[in-house]
């Protein structure tokens, strides 16, 4: 790949990321539908390693773990390392046993949203009061999970236009 | 799978990622701050955070309009009533006056509380998480005198969170629906004197998705009305007293049966907010 296409795919997946960041971190706290926020960066970042491959994936995920805790107003730290292992995994499945499509995309996005509530709700079930239970915790994440689900779909067509640009970059 | 996966470049990303982790654990453990990545990461997003926060807070008023454009029309209803009502009524003018007054004087935080010091701040941006109510200021330590539990009001003495954490340059702010928040209060009054008694008011997480937090474990002999008023008691000396939390909206029996819980309304919906004050320094009376 030549130095100036490398560059200009840096800069579309940085202004990509920008772009979800935008909406997760400063749009959408703005417009809660239903009181909920929809995960946007850890999809961006399972789809980027989709069909970018393990590195372009596992440095997409570092940065978006980065936005990721930033707009959770948390020190960086905890979707940092996940979502840096979760572009790895992703990227490196892809490389190997997985077929990048729609369906592949859709099933990943949702186990990694299913991990990223889990990886949210762990303080709370470790300090489980009488007020915090699994089953006060349980219907923000199944709505938080299909919410962020929903807004994958949109996000797909941006991934994947990346994704055939690269390729074509690529030869 | 293995082969691709454990190479050298993989294990530099996996390394990077964990060391900015391991940094921030670090400054966590030693200096119970966010850490210098935390910080370089908030100062380099911060441009993006101050012009999309306007934008966004722009599109969440227009949002907000159509999305409880229901209850506005109950509201407007609600008090189309109520003005008819009052057309209807002789007013007696002094009364209203008096009133006035006296609320003005409950109000005016300044007048009320010589002491305390305010400083304006402005809000970066709200969490988006759904587990917790948060949201950043662009005070920290290097540009503000800002600490930890910090009180943060508007400027008509509401109180609206406490600072939980302090950066360099921005802190962020748990509001007051967090499941962290807790003060203690008086219920029906601003002083001892007028109030039916003190609780603790807190966040909820059920609560919080509808902008609510509760008053737990009400005394058996304690009794709260609905539309009772609930204000900062001072008691622990963690907040100033006097400032207005919010408005009693019902009184419900837990599902077990045991004890009673009150519901209440912030005075302030956090997202429209406009005028934000962090209290430095006060002081409560004896």
Same mark, same amino acid.
């Given at each position: 790949m030549?130095?100036?296409?490398?560059?200009?795919?840096?800069?579309?997946?940085?202004?990509l990321?920008?772009?979800?960041?935008?909406?997760?971190?400063?749009?959408?706290?703005?417009?809660?539908?239903?009181?909920?926020v929809p995960?946007?960066?850890?999809?961006?970042?399972?789809?980027v390693?989709?069909?970018?491959?393990r590195?372009?994936?596992?440095?997409?995920?570092?940065?978006?773990?980065?936005l990721?805790?930033?707009?959770?107003?948390q020190?960086?730290?905890?979707?940092?390392?996940?979502?840096?292992?979760t572009?790895?995994?992703?990227?490196?499945?892809?490389?190997?046993?997985?077929?990048?499509?729609?369906?592949?995309?859709?099933?990943?996005?949702?186990?990694?949203?299913?991990?990223?509530?889990?990886?949210?709700?762990?303080?709370?079930?470790?300090?489980?009061?009488?007020?915090?239970?699994?089953?006060?915790?349980?219907?923000?994440?199944?709505?938080?999970?299909?919410?962020?689900?929903?807004?994958?779909?949109?996000?797909?067509f941006?991934?994947r236009?990346?994704?055939?640009?690269? %390729?074509?970059?690529?030869? | 799978?293995k082969?691709v996966?454990?190479?050298?470049?993989?294990?530099?990303?996996?390394?990077?990622?964990?060391?900015l982790?391991?940094?921030?654990?670090v400054?966590a453990?030693?200096f119970s701050?966010?850490g210098?990545?935390?910080?370089?990461a908030?100062?380099?997003?911060?441009?993006?955070?101050?012009?999309?926060?306007t934008?966004?807070?722009?599109?969440?008023?227009?949002?907000?309009?159509?999305?409880?454009?229901?209850e506005?029309?109950?509201r407007?209803?609600?008090?189309?009533?109520?003005?008819?009502?009052?057309?209807?009524?002789?007013?007696?003018?002094?009364?209203?006056?008096?009133?006035?007054?006296?609320?003005?004087?409950?109000? %005016?935080?300044?007048?009320?509380?010589?002491?305390?010091?305010l400083?304006?701040v402005?809000?970066e941006?709200?969490?988006?998480?759904?587990?917790?109510?948060?949201?950043?200021?662009?005070?920290?330590?290097?540009n503000?005198?800002?600490?930890?539990?910090?009180?943060?009001?508007?400027?008509y003495?509401?109180?609206?969170?406490?600072?939980s954490e302090v950066?360099?340059?921005?802190?962020?702010?748990?509001?007051?629906?967090?499941?962290?928040?807790?003060?203690?209060?008086?219920?029906?009054?601003?002083?001892?004197?007028?109030?039916?008694?003190?609780?603790?008011?807190?966040?909820d997480f059920?609560?919080?998705?509808?902008?609510l937090?509760?008053?737990?474990?009400?005394? %058996?002999?304690?009794?709260i009305?609905?539309?009772?008023?609930?204000?900062?008691?001072?008691?622990?000396?963690?907040?100033p007293?006097?400032?207005?939390?919010?408005?009693?909206?019902?009184?419900?029996?837990?599902?077990?049966g045991?004890?009673?819980?009150?519901?209440?309304?912030?005075?302030? %919906?956090?997202?429209t907010?406009?005028?934000?004050f962090?209290?430095?320094?006060?002081?409560?009376?004896?």
């Open positions: 030549k130095k100036k296409s490398l560059i200009i795919l840096i800069l579309l997946h940085s202004l990321l920008m772009v979800v960041y935008v909406f997760q971190g400063m749009i959408f706290p703005f417009m809660r539908l239903n009181g909920l995960l946007l960066l850890p999809t961006a970042a399972a789809g390693a989709l069909y970018e491959g590195d372009i994936g596992g440095i997409t995920g570092l940065f978006a773990g980065i990721c805790d930033i707009s959770f107003n020190p960086v730290g905890v979707f940092t390392v996940f979502l840096t292992i572009g790895l995994v992703v990227g490196a499945l892809a490389d190997t046993i997985v077929l990048r499509g729609f369906i592949t995309y859709y099933i990943i996005t949702g186990i990694v949203l299913v991990v990223s509530v889990f990886v949210q709700v762990f303080p709370f079930l470790i300090i489980l009061d009488n007020n915090i239970t699994i089953f006060t915790l349980l219907p923000t994440a199944i709505e938080q999970t299909i919410y962020s689900l929903i807004l994958a779909l949109p996000i797909w941006f991934i236009a990346l994704g055939n640009w690269t %390729d074509k970059l690529k030869g | 799978m082969k996966l454990l190479t050298k470049r993989s294990i530099i990303i996996a390394s990077i990622s964990l060391f982790a391991l940094v921030t654990l400054s453990i030693a701050s966010a210098p990545v935390t910080g370089v908030n100062t380099i997003t911060r441009p993006v955070r101050a012009l999309s926060s934008v966004a807070r722009t599109f969440g008023n227009i949002f907000a309009s159509i999305y409880r454009y229901e506005l029309e109950n407007y209803e609600e008090l189309l009533r109520s003005y008819v009502r009052l057309q209807m009524d002789v007013i007696d003018t002094a009364a209203i006056v008096e009133e006035n007054e006296s609320l003005r004087m409950q109000l %005016d935080l300044r007048d009320r509380n010589p002491n305390m010091r400083e304006q402005t809000l941006s709200m969490n988006s998480d759904n587990w917790t109510s948060t949201f950043t200021i662009n005070r920290g330590y290097a503000s005198e800002v600490r930890q539990g910090t009180p943060v009001s508007t400027e003495g509401v109180l609206i969170g406490q600072v950066g360099a340059t921005s802190s962020v702010v748990i509001t007051v629906l967090d499941t962290k928040f807790s003060a203690a209060a008086f219920v029906g009054g601003d002083t001892r004197e007028d109030a039916d008694g003190t609780v603790t008011v807190k966040g059920l609560q919080m998705r509808n902008g937090l509760i008053i737990d474990h009400i005394d %058996d002999d304690l009794n009305l609905t539309g009772a008023s609930v204000f900062t008691s001072g008691l622990g000396g963690v907040f007293s006097g400032l207005h939390v919010g408005e009693v909206v019902a009184v419900d029996t837990h599902a077990n045991i004890g009673r819980y009150a519901t209440v309304r912030p005075s302030r %919906d956090i997202e907010v406009q005028n934000i962090i209290i430095i320094d006060f002081e409560n009376p004896e």
